[in-house]
């Protein structure tokens, strides 16, 4: 009985091409595209922690402006319970804290602004760059008021504080968004661990 054979196939044949493209190559195209795909995400995230750096700070320049327009005469306002609104120039840390080191405090900040947005280049994780934007934001609102505001040498201006709870130092919105940012950092990475230890193997599965 005559049997039938198989079209023979030619150089310029697509199948040949395909049938003869190496495991490797194919792998090789996968690992381009998850790349490809990976850069995209990064991509987002940079822009996911840069809007939140600049809503951080204009949500916290714009009340300062407003503290500095209504509240310069002295006068406080009372609020709800202890909370009321004065107006302070704070030349230390946050919180009013360490008063008088504002250069020097001023050069940490920057240092530290560098490290996040360095790190938060490559960043995959929505809450974390979430939470770098907020830091970022707030430190860069800081960093401005001693830059542009009245003082004594380089960033030797006042950070304009006006919320006072009269049972902690006054503060203003960047250093809620410094504080709230680097809690989110904290727990973001400490649920990562978890996760990790959870599935040790997993990078390593096949």
């Known amino acids: 009985m005559d049997t039938l054979a198989a079209p023979a196939m030619t150089d310029g044949d697509p199948r040949a091409a395909a049938a003869g493209a190496p495991d490797g190559e194919a792998a090789g195209g996968a690992g381009d595209e998850r790349d490809a795909g990976n850069e995209r995400r990064s991509g987002a995230r940079w822009g996911l922690l840069a809007a939140g750096a600049v809503a951080a700070l204009v949500a916290d320049q714009l009340p300062k402006a407003w503290a500095v327009w209504a509240l310069a ?8 319970g202890s909370l009321r609104l004065r107006l302070t120039l704070n030349y230390g840390a946050a919180f009013s804290l360490t008063n008088g080191r504002g250069a020097l405090i001023s050069l ?13 280049r490559h960043e995959r994780s929505v809450p974390m760059a979430v939470a770098l934007g907020l830091v970022v934001g707030g430190a860069v609102g800081n960093l401005a008021d001693r830059a542009f505001r009245a003082g004594d040498g380089l960033f030797g201006g006042g950070v304009v504080d006006f919320v006072d709870l009269q049972w902690w130092p006054v503060f203003n919105v960047a250093d809620v968004c410094v ?4 809690c989110l950092l904290f727990v973001v990475q400490w649920r990562e ?3 990790g230890a959870a599935d040790p193997a997993g990078d390593g599965a096949t």
């Open 73 to 80: 005469d002295g006068h406080t306002i009372d609020s709800v």
């Open 108 to 120: 940490l900040a920057l240092a530290v602004v560098a490290v996040l947005l360095r790190t938060g």
């Open 179 to 182: 504080v709230v940012g680097a």
């Open 193 to 195: 661990a978890d996760d």
